[in-house]
């Protein structure tokens, strides 16, 4: 089991950045992969951007792709996300999110992840 406990969201102008970072901890030595999923009220939960923990590879949503940047440390157990060029249809509450041991179905998916941290907010003034 694995935990994972966000922090860095906040409020920025549109056009502004911000990092979000997540520290992992528990059986870190089973993990395959690490994502950043959001949330806005009364819209689904969807995928921003994934990181396979060994490797590095990087899958980003199509939305984000150019703007965020995903990132990991192995040796401290943390999963960053480089947010730049934030628009108005990025707020919402974002997740880190765990996945435990080998997987190659679709990392896209919140289904495969098992490690959820409590999120947290980001707001984007116009």
């Known amino acids: 089991q694995v935990h994972v406990v966000e922090s860095g969201g906040g409020l920025v102008q549109a056009g502004g950045s911000l990092r979000l970072s997540c520290v992992v901890s528990?059986?870190?030595?089973?993990?395959?992969?690490m994502g950043w999923f959001r949330q806005a009220p009364g819209k689904e939960r969807e995928f921003v951007a994934s990181i396979i923990w060994s490797g590095g590879s990087t899958y980003y949503a199509d939305s984000v792709k150019g703007r965020f940047t995903i990132s990991r440390d192995n040796a401290k157990n943390t999963v960053g996300l480089q947010m730049n060029s934030l628009k108005p249809e990025d707020p919402a509450v974002y997740y880190c999110?765990?996945?435990?041991?080998?997987?190659?179905?679709?990392?896209?998916?919140?289904?495969?992840?098992?490690?959820w941290g409590q999120g947290t907010q980001v707001t984007v003034s116009s």
């Open positions: 999110a765990a996945r435990v041991g080998y997987y190659r179905g679709n990392l896209r998916s919140p289904l495969p992840y098992a490690g």
């Open positions: 528990g059986r870190t030595f089973s993990l395959y992969a």
